[in-house]
């Protein structure tokens, strides 16, 4: 029986927690046709080759994007690493917005940038991120992509 992608991603959710190296509330995991996709930020190299190791011991992951990044973390930088690894998740699992928004997070303020199809994906893009609990402010650098007008 073939694990739906959501099963896999609660598995790997899972895995992450069980791994006593890193913190998983960090990590933001994405599963699309058994690929999984790591985002985040971690406070050592090592930290984010256990993440990728975990993720790899799951049934029915296929491959292993690790986009992980590396920041040596001291106690507030750990609660933005957390804050962005939230911000990560609940943009990826929007349906609207592109996988591929970069997000940053200094203090609490949470940077969107990327490139979006329309002003309605970055203003929802926007809308998301202030629905997450601790941060406190949201810069919208994101760009609508021009498209020629048809006509």
Do not use: C
Request: hydrophobic fraction near 45%; charged fraction near 30%; glycine fraction near 8%.
């Amino acid at each position: 029986m073939k694990l739906t992608d959501e099963q896999v991603e609660a598995a790997v959710r899972e895995e992450l927690f069980w791994d006593g190296r890193l913190e998983p509330r960090e990590v933001a995991v994405r599963v699309h046709d058994g690929v999984v996709t790591l985002r985040g930020t971690v406070g050592s190299p090592a930290q984010k080759q256990a993440a990728a190791e975990a993720a790899k011991r799951v049934k029915g992951v296929a491959r292993v994007d690790d986009e992980l990044q590396v920041q040596p973390m001291g106690m507030h930088a750990r609660r933005d690493a957390e804050l962005r690894a939230e911000v990560i998740d609940v943009l990826t699992h929007n349906a609207l917005l592109p996988e591929t928004l970069d997000v940053r997070v200094s203090n609490g303020v949470v940077t969107l940038r990327g490139t979006v199809l329309d002003s309605l994906a970055r203003d929802e893009a926007q809308a998301a991120v202030r629905g997450v609990h601790g941060v406190k402010d949201v810069w919208n650098e994101l760009s609508v992509e021009e498209r020629p007008i048809v006509g």
